[in-house]
């Protein structure tokens, strides 16, 4: 099994700064892609940023220019440093991973169990 755990949210001001962290543990063969999600009250989860093996990064429009997503591959951990925050960008932000857990096998999502993000006005 892999384990995927978040650390790093919490309050801050609008215009403010935070730094998130996702380890990745386990039975890893290799991970494909690493990624942010985040959960707003009363909305779908939708996809933040995402970083491939290669470092190739994708974001969501909303957070372009704001969020940077970036990856230790020797450390298995993926990062979403948020700078410029905005009330709405207050959610549930969750870690999601591809991983292949052995040779020749197919990878699979996981997903960590999230961590708060409150940004106040």
């Known amino acids: 099994q892999v384990q995927l755990v978040e650390s790093g949210g919490g309050l801050v001001q609008a215009g403010g700064s935070l730094r998130l962290s996702c380890a990745a543990s386990g039975s890893i063969f290799r991970i494909n892609f690493m990624g942010w999600y985040r959960q707003a009250p009363g909305k779908q989860r939708e996809s933040v940023a995402t970083i491939t093996s290669g470092g190739s990064t994708s974001y969501a429009d909303s957070v372009k220019g704001r969020f940077t997503i970036s990856r230790d591959n020797a450390k298995n951990t993926v990062y979403l440093q948020m700078n410029s925050l905005k009330p709405e960008d207050t959610a549930v932000y969750y870690c999601?991973?591809?991983?292949?857990?052995?040779?020749?096998?197919?990878?699979?999502?996981?997903w960590g169990k999230g961590t708060l993000v409150t940004v106040s006005s």
């Open positions: 999601n991973a591809g991983v292949t857990t052995g040779w020749g096998m197919n990878g699979m999502d996981y």
